[in-house]
């Protein structure tokens, strides 16, 4: 889903924080970014033992069709579309570590809801549908102040390898939170994979609870007077600034192709290739395995290539290699699947690692909640949308026909990148012009 180093850039126009005051040694004697890390990292694992745990409930233990399946991924992202932008503006009106930690609660609780109804005999699709929706939104919440917080934590020259750490974990924890809901869907059933990702999102709020910095409180600018006037000016910032506009289209057509083959990926798996839970979670992680190359590859290709050349290579992985994932079938035909999803996987991460860090050191900070929800309204909006249209698909012509035509449209979507100044560029700009 398509963002963020390259060179360390200059501070954002317009920052409202103080800058932050990097400690000798680095990242790793950084004691509240490591906090930070670490409760990234547990819950990112927890996250993705669930991505593949919930559709698992639905269909092993609910009996739930293709299109119900879909709708599950539908409901996660949905909050994007209809709450995104007021929380961006909100976001960058407060503190943002409490509404971090509120946001893990609140998931951790709608999580741990799961293995209780079922306990009760009382769970049932609509229940799945609403836990999915709640964490969706307490997730626009997070990742909305996540974004903003970063660069209050760390000077400007350490966010880009923050970044690249972050998204590693990231993007490693696609391959673990898969298999290991996989295996535990195997042995204990996959409502108890369901259980640790509550565990996990308590784990994440109370390592942000022992941050010790203190964040300062933003500072409104002079005449912003409502929320509604908040949200036009990050909107505006966006669909004027000839980058972040290019990068948001592209972003949002590529997460149609995306989420509408794994929408439907996990029903094709275990009723049309007939696997096994736990071989589907492993198959899964290993098609993940691309991203965890290409967070750590980032930052090397972007100094060797140059940021906007680095985007472009990410965008050819993300979009032709997805033509071989259709290709998957039983016995050694599954290869194709691993094969397509690491270097589609692999061109996802290094785009995110470049275009986050780009967000976020190019935009003024005064801006930058705003700037990233605008962004995401688009590039996470489309995630429903395609979950639904991939299960429409699917629902008419199988699970194997919708992630066919879903990859076509995934193959095409670099051409965008192609539209406007990034196509010229060696290097992205360090601010506005």
């Known amino acids: 889903m398509s963002e963020r180093p390259g060179p360390a850039v200059t ?157 590693a974990t990231q993007t490693a924890s696609y391959l673990l939170g898969p298999g290991l809901a996989g295996l535990i869907a195997q042995l204990a059933g996959a409502v108890t994979a369901v259980a640790l990702d509550a565990v996990s999102f ?85 098609a993940s395995v691309g991203g965890v190359v290409g967070a750590a590859l980032a930052a090397r290709l972007a100094r060797r290539l140059g940021t906007a050349r680095a985007l472009l290579l990410a965008g050819a992985l993300t979009g032709p290699p997805a033509l071989l994932i259709p290709l998957a079938g039983p016995g050694a035909r599954v290869a194709w699947l691993v094969l397509g999803g690491a270097l589609v996987s692999l061109g996802v991460a290094v785009g995110n690692v470049v275009k986050g860090s780009f967000r976020q050191t190019y935009t003024p900070h005064r801006l930058l909640g705003r700037v990233t929800v605008s962004m995401h309204l688009l590039n996470y909006g489309t995630i429903p949308l395609a979950a639904l249209l991939a299960g429409m698909l699917g629902a008419a012509w199988g699970p194997a026909g919708a992630i066919r035509l879903m990859t076509a449209w995934l193959a095409l979507t670099p051409l965008i990148l192609l539209i406007g100044p990034l196509r010229r560029r060696h290097e992205l700009p360090a601010a506005p012009a």
């Open 202 to 286: 308590l784990a994440s709020a109370l390592c942000l609870h022992r941050i010790r910095a203190v964040e300062p409180h933003p500072r409104r600018a002079a005449g912003t007077v409502s929320l509604r006037r908040d949200v036009a000016d990050g909107l505006r910032f966006v669909t004027r600034d000839p980058y972040l506009r290019v990068l948001t289209v592209f972003g949002a057509a590529s997460n149609i192709g995306l989420t509408g083959y794994q929408a439907v990926l996990v029903v094709f798996l275990v009723r049309s290739a007939g696997l096994p839970p736990g071989l589907v979670g492993l198959l899964i992680g290993l």
């Open 11 to 167: 501070a954002p126009a317009g920052a409202s924080a103080p800058p932050a005051v990097a400690p000798s040694g680095g990242l790793f004697r950084h004691r509240d970014f490591r906090l930070l890390w670490t409760g990234h990292t547990v819950s990112a694992v927890g996250s993705n033992m669930t991505a593949v745990a919930l559709p698992l409930v639905a269909v092993a233990v609910l009996d739930a069709s293709t299109f119900q399946v879909a709708v599950l991924t539908a409901a996660a992202w949905l909050p994007w579309l209809l709450a995104g932008l007021p929380v961006g503006a909100w976001v960058d009106r407060v503190r943002r570590r409490p509404v971090m930690i509120a946001a893990d609660l609140v998931a951790a609780a709608l999580f741990a809801g799961v293995p209780v109804a079922a306990l009760l005999d009382l769970l049932t699709v609509g229940h799945l549908l609403v836990v999915a929706l709640g964490a969706g939104l307490a997730r626009v919440f997070f990742e909305t102040a996540d974004q903003v917080y970063l660069p209050t934590l760390l000077p400007p020259e350490q966010v880009p390898p923050a970044n690249a750490r972050l998204h």
